[in-house]
């Protein structure tokens, strides 16, 4: 067991334990979007959980941290702050906001964050990029709203994690970065219908059911 | 939505299979052999993503995911006309963006696609080094200058009527022979 200092508050953990899920368990709350538990490589990708440690320079997004001594970490410096808003306000620039016809409204990890942060929805001092295809609706049982998803590859995590192949990738990249899929003409339907690991993990609701139930 | 494979493309993936044994197994592996297929056959189609997931053990989706990351990869065969927009500075400042919009109505296609017929396929590219003509479109190997929404009527036109007379005289020389 190792002890840590998080915001003054003491933690004792296993060795090992990743700094994100330590902060979490423990009641200290940080923003994030990527990390699925348990994942050996934790992408990194959404850029919200960053903490400052004692020691070093810049900030670190604390679900790349495995703790393996006794730290000292902030997680609510002026900076750490900053880095978190700039990263929402750009996701958020390429989101369609529709809180009030969006199945995750109440429960969106987006809106959750941004009230954390007390950062406003609607971006204001960013250009506002949407895509040009508001449902792509070929899966036979998913229905995918790119212009709510946040990239986070969670949907991707979860069923790799559960299928051993994930089902679902990322295509094309920038801008035109999308979560798709390819099905082989005329293999054995998907047991996606019966599966729905994709549909859970999702931070937001940008991969729902074609039939909700 | 894809236009089928034709007859000789069927025969090239065939042989594309025998030559999949010959490689290895690995990871690393993919891009080369998507290169390869593409090499082959011009561009990659549906059955050819499912043979290289097939080959190398990993899902369609995967295979899929890596391929559309690297603009080198184009999944529709290129048209006899392959139609080439200069999305460049210069062009994209002369409207290059409305004659893309032009060529994709008047085809109905989009751009990266291919028409049914496989007369046409269109897609975006960067300045192709002739700004003083902005806007410029490329059909086939002859770079078009200054265009505007009534020459890609034009354009297409001239190509749709030219294939037309043809037709009608392949008709015209069958019967009798
Ligand atoms: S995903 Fe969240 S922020 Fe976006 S429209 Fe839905 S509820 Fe609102
Ligand atoms: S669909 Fe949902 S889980 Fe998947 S990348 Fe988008 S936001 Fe994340
Ligand atoms: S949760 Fe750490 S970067 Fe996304
Ligand atoms: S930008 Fe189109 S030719 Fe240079």
Redesign the pocket.
């Known amino acids: 067991m190792i002890t840590i200092r998080v915001d003054n508050k003491k933690l004792t953990v296993k060795e090992g334990t990743n700094l994100l899920k330590a902060c979490l368990d423990n009641d200290i709350y940080i923003p994030n ?2 990390y699925v538990e348990k994942m050996s490589h934790p992408p990194a990708s959404c850029r919200l959980c960053f903490v400052e440690i004692e020691g070093e320079k810049h900030p670190i997004p604390a679900c790349t941290v495995k703790v393996t001594r006794e730290i000292v970490v902030k997680t609510d410096s002026p900076g750490v702050r900053q880095l978190q808003k700039v990263a929402l306000q750009l996701l958020l620039s390429v989101h369609h906001l529709d809180c009030r016809n969006c199945e995750a409204n109440r429960k969106c990890a987006l809106q959750k964050i941004a009230k954390f942060l007390n950062v406003g929805l609607k971006s204001k001092h960013l250009d506002h990029f949407l895509k040009e295809m508001e449902i792509d609706q070929r899966h036979p049982f998913l229905n ?1 709203y790119p212009n ?9 995590h979860v069923c790799r994690d559960r299928n051993k192949q994930a089902q ?1 990738t990322f295509a094309n990249r920038g801008f035109d970065t999308v ?1 798709s899929f390819f099905i082989k003409p005329g293999a054995p339907p998907l047991q996606c219908d019966a599966c729905r690991a ?1 549909i859970e ?4 609701a ?2 729902l059911p074609k039939i909700s139930n | 939505m894809l236009p089928e494979l034709t007859a000789e493309e069927k025969s090239i993936l065939d042989d594309v299979k025998t030559d999949l044994a010959e490689i290895s197994k690995e990871r690393s592996k993919l891009i080369p052999i998507l290169q390869f297929i593409q090499s082959k056959i011009n561009y990659l189609p549906q059955v050819a993503i499912n043979l290289v997931a097939d080959h190398l053990d990993i899902s369609p989706s995967e295979v899929y995911g890596v391929a559309t990351f690297y603009n080198q990869f184009r999944f529709n065969p290129p048209g006899r006309n392959p139609v080439k927009v200069c999305m460049g500075t210069a062009c994209h400042v002369r409207g290059g963006d409305i004659i893309l919009e032009n060529f994709e109505r008047k085809l109905e296609i989009k751009e990266g696609e291919t028409t049914p017929d496989r007369e046409f396929s269109v897609e975006r590219v960067a300045c192709v080094g002739c700004c003083a003509l902005a806007p410029v479109a490329i059909m086939g190997e002859t770079v078009h200058g200054h265009m505007q929404p009534s020459k890609v009527e034009g354009l297409v036109l001239r190509v749709r009527i030219e294939k037309e007379k043809q037709e009608r005289e392949k008709q015209k020389n069958e019967p009798g022979k």
């Open positions: 979007l990527c995918y709510r998803c946040v990239l986070c590859g969670r949907c991707i679902l979560i994709c993990a999702c931070p937001v940008a991969i």
